[in-house]
């Protein structure tokens, strides 16, 4: 799959992707909803994350491995309960890839380890995401590289340092095909958090395309980003938030996500280029500048005065600018009321 297919580029609007994380809430049934509902949005492509908790963790109660944070979603859960409860099991996904192919929509994945790549690949997936805490991962990213696939990287908590070295280890890897994605990596995040201008910064330090992983609620980072030149959009997604979820709390509902196509197209759209003048669309509005006129009878040899002579509506006449020329002056010939001003008047 190449770059044309999936669009990370400032000639076309932003991807949106879906991202489904855990919000299946542990039904195969649900997850099939969520890929049609996201079909149906305009959404061009939908995500999983492929891993199992024990690939992500080891099963253990001690402090290391329990969130113990009365601020987090999760807090309470030990990482291998977690994990377990937000995983997409492996043998969904190739039903789910399956789907989104004939609903025309791409479907990929965030791998977490080198299994889970091997896995990816059976199922020919058409391009990868690193996630955010994987991006310190270089041999999760090298495997991922070697794909020759295109990748996204993540970089909520990433200093300069650590994207570079991320960057550097996927074009080594063979991956010529990079977007970063500008995150922050806290459930849900808040808009004073965003930091957006980073998005412009990140493209001209590290000279590829930059989009959004955001985590907050609803659309309005979203679709700013799109002015910051943010090529992808990655939100996450649910049926209703109400029906809960490990991530449900910062996921757009279905209207939610067809107004983030709608709105970031639009935001795109309306960039357009730098112009000044009348545009082509402006042209038609140029008649109702105000323009000077005649706004009495006037005899042959009579003076213009602000009394017969105003800047009005419409623009068929000389610009007001020029008022202050024509005050004092005699008009050649009778001009009736309603006449718009030219040279010749009092030529």
């Not at 799959?1 to 299946?24: K, L, Q, V, Y």
Request: charged residues 25%.
């Amino acid at each position: 799959m190449t770059r044309d297919a999936w669009a990370p580029s400032s000639e076309r609007e932003p991807f949106i992707i879906a991202e489904m994380s855990g919000n299946h809430n542990g039904s195969l049934e649900r997850a099939m909803q969520i890929v049609e509902m996201v079909a149906q949005s305009g959404a061009h492509a939908l995500k999983l994350q492929t891993y199992t908790a024990d690939t992500m963790t080891i099963e253990s109660d001690r402090d290391d491995f329990r969130i113990s944070d009365p601020d987090s979603l999760w807090d309470g859960y030990t990482l291998y309960d977690l994990y377990a409860k937000a995983s997409t099991p492996w043998e969904w996904h190739e039903p789910v890839f399956k789907r989104c192919r004939e609903l025309g929509m791409v479907c990929f994945s965030s791998p977490f380890d080198a299994t889970a790549v091997d896995f990816l690949e059976s199922l020919d997936a058409p391009m990868y995401k690193i996630a955010s805490f994987e991006c310190r991962d270089t041999n999760l990213i090298r495997k991922v590289a070697q794909t020759g696939k295109p990748v996204i990287i993540s970089t909520g908590m990433a200093s300069i340092s650590e994207i570079n070295l991320a960057l550097e280890t996927a074009r080594e890897g063979g991956c010529s095909d990079v977007t970063l994605l500008k995150c922050t990596s806290s459930y849900p995040a808040g808009n004073p958090d965003s930091n957006l201008r980073s998005i412009p910064a990140m493209r001209s330090m590290f000279g590829v395309p930059v989009g959004l992983s955001d985590h907050t609620p609803g659309i309005g980072a979203a679709v700013a980003s799109v002015a910051l030149g943010a090529v992808a959009i990655e939100k996450h997604v649910t049926l209703g938030r109400a029906d809960g979820g490990v991530d449900s709390e910062f996921s757009l509902e279905p209207q939610e996500l067809a107004s983030l196509v709608k709105e970031s197209r639009a935001a795109w759209q309306s960039l357009g280029k730098v112009n000044f003048g009348a545009s082509d669309a402006e042209k038609g509005s140029l008649v109702f500048r105000r323009s000077l006129y005649v706004v009495e009878d006037m005899e042959e040899g009579e003076t213009l005065t602000p009394r017969n002579l105003r800047a009005i509506r419409p623009g068929y006449g000389l610009s007001p600018e020029y008022l202050e020329v024509f005050l004092g002056k005699r008009v050649s010939r009778p001009v009736p009321k309603g006449t718009p001003v030219s040279w010749d008047i009092i030529g």
